[in-house]
């Protein structure tokens, strides 16, 4: 149960789905009866490599570039059940495991299609009609996430399974982050700059420099971004995320490190502007 305001309309139920108790009590009595069939007495070498997939809003959101270690203090519903999630995990899974703390996931659309809009594709879309309309689209700027391109997901889980295939055993907690710290404006301004939204010259803060200001500063929060389009501006401030009614509150900066499942897996993540590339059509 991913949808914050689902999971604080009814806290019982999402406690229910995102704990995975019951998954795992079911998995391990597979595995206990798979081994006494097969008379392998030992029951642990039975047990499958378990990747569960956690969130980012287990943590706190009131600084920077979060490590796996931080303390956990989620501040909604969404954020709690996903931390009872981990502990169910590291208590109840007797093999190898790693807890995948993801960001908001960018990428192309899968092949059996979703109800919702995916982000990159919304932000694409809102900006195309903004410059449509001669109305600017307005995105939070001081609410800061680091969105993950969906294909390197195979890519850690492959990196896992083989691990695991060579017959190492592991209980991991990885931040499964991009490496950008970005805000929603800074997502949009990069998505505005690749599909060709901005007058020729016309500048906007990337996600280095923006994440450069907001580390220097200490604050957490980086300048304003307008970026300017052939028809005017096409980017404006929004009003502070906090005070957006949402129905549920949301962690201001959970950006994350990411250096530990790089160094772990030995892979790169890939950069979001490169996501966007590969995700959105040639420039128009």
């Known amino acids: 149960m991913s949808v914050p305001r689902q999971c604080e309309s009814d806290p019982a139920l999402a406690m229910r789905i995102n704990v995975p108790s019951a998954l795992i009590a079911a998995l391990t009595d597979a595995a206990s009866r798979r081994a006494g069939s097969s008379g392998d007495a030992d029951g642990e070498q039975q047990l499958p490599l378990l990747i569960h997939l956690s969130t980012d809003q287990v943590y706190e959101g009131t600084k920077s570039f979060y490590k796996e270690s931080d303390p956990l203090v989620p501040v909604n519903t969404y954020g709690k059940s996903k931390v009872a999630g981990e502990q169910a ?89 991009g490496p950008d710290r970005l805000s929603r404006a800074d997502m949009a301004a990069v998505v505005a700059r690749i599909r060709g939204y901005l007058l ?15 580390a220097a500063s200490g604050s957490g929060s980086a300048i304003v971004r307008t970026c300017v389009s052939r028809e005017g501006d096409l980017i404006t401030r929004a009003p502070a995320a906090s005070m957006a009614n949402r129905g549920v509150a949301s962690p201001a ?14 892979l790169a993540l890939t950069p979001f502007e490169d996501a966007v590339r590969l995700t959105l059509s040639a420039p128009r």
């Open 89 to 177: 995990v590291r208590e109840q899974w007797a093999g190898s495991h790693a807890i995948l703390r993801s960001s908001i996931i960018v990428g192309p659309p899968p092949p059996v299609p979703l109800k919702k809009t995916l982000p990159l594709q919304w932000i694409d879309s809102a900006l195309s009609s903004s410059l449509a309309s001669g109305q600017p689209e307005s995105f939070f700027d001081d609410e800061y996430r680091c969105p993950i391109y969906v294909h390197d997901y195979p890519r850690i889980v492959r990196a896992l399974m083989d691990r695991h295939a060579l017959g190492h055993r592991f209980a991991l907690t990885l931040n499964a982050g």
């Open 200 to 214: 020729p010259g016309a500048s906007s803060t990337g996600p280095s420099a923006a994440a450069a200001g907001a």
């Open 253 to 266: 900066d959970i950006s994350m490190d990411t250096q530990l499942i790089q160094h772990e897996l030995l």
